[in-house]
């Protein structure tokens, strides 16, 4: 079974521009999740989607983050603009039943 | 607001050492319990537990929820340096208002086995 993908692996980018980051969920799970782990901190929950309804995004912040989910299957996260506090490692992860959640690799973004 | 602590957040042992990594939490609509190990990026899945009192195990590794005190152990006995890693502990809650279950992560326990 292929695992969840995404891309790229890593990003540098100055302040104020901008980046899209894109996954591409286990094929048939419906829960994508989108996670921002800062150095030496647990996962943060961006947002949630299940199919390609948002069911949490209370943690997204929203005047420069945006998450879309087209036809339920990939995803696309962008920010605009970066800050350099945006600086962390961004997880996706999918989920058939909304438990288990299996991760890709990860995007790490560097601001500077 | 649904919260997961993690304690210690860094543990420094040396190989055949035994561990213990607690995890408590404070959630609306619990459903289950998940353990992570994270080594490079992606966290890989441990254990999952939704019972009271039912320990999990998988080889050196072994998880116990008790949901009446709201917490979590994994222990990892005779420890090696290959167990090096960030210790994830995620609780799945039922998203309000919706069917839906919503993962929250403690901030992780870093462990660092020695030879």
């Known amino acids: 079974e292929a695992g969840v993908a995404q891309s790229p692996r890593y990003k540098i980018i100055e302040k104020r521009q901008s980046v899209a980051f894109w996954c591409n969920p286990i094929s048939g799970h419906a829960t994508l999740y989108w996670y921002q782990q800062i150095l030496g901190q647990g996962p943060k929950l961006l947002i949630q989607f299940q199919n390609n309804g948002v069911v949490d995004d209370s943690q997204l912040p929203k005047d420069r983050f945006s998450a879309e989910r087209l036809k339920g299957v990939d995803s696309t996260l962008k920010i605009q603009p970066a800050k350099l506090e945006d600086s962390a490692v961004y997880l996706c992860?999918?989920?058939?039943?909304?438990?288990?959640?299996?991760f890709g690799q990860g995007t790490r973004l560097t601001v500077v | 607001e649904d919260k997961v602590v993690q304690s210690p957040l860094s543990l420094v042992v040396h190989e055949g050492d035994t561990v213990t990594l607690n995890c408590s939490y404070e959630?609306?609509?619990?459903?289950?319990l998940l353990w992570y190990k994270q080594e490079k990026k992606a966290p890989t899945f441990l254990f999952m537990l939704t019972s009271s009192g039912i320990e999990k195990k998988s080889g050196r590794l072994s998880s116990i929820l008790d949901k009446k005190e709201l917490f979590s152990i994994l222990n990892i006995t005779a420890t090696q340096t290959g167990d090096s890693a960030i210790y994830l502990c995620a609780v799945e809650a039922r998203a309000g208002g919706t069917s839906y279950g919503k993962l929250t992560f403690g901030q992780g326990t870093i462990l660092t086995v020695h030879p």
């Open positions: 959630v609306t609509n619990f459903r289950s």
């Open positions: 992860a999918s989920s058939p039943t909304g438990n288990e959640a299996f």
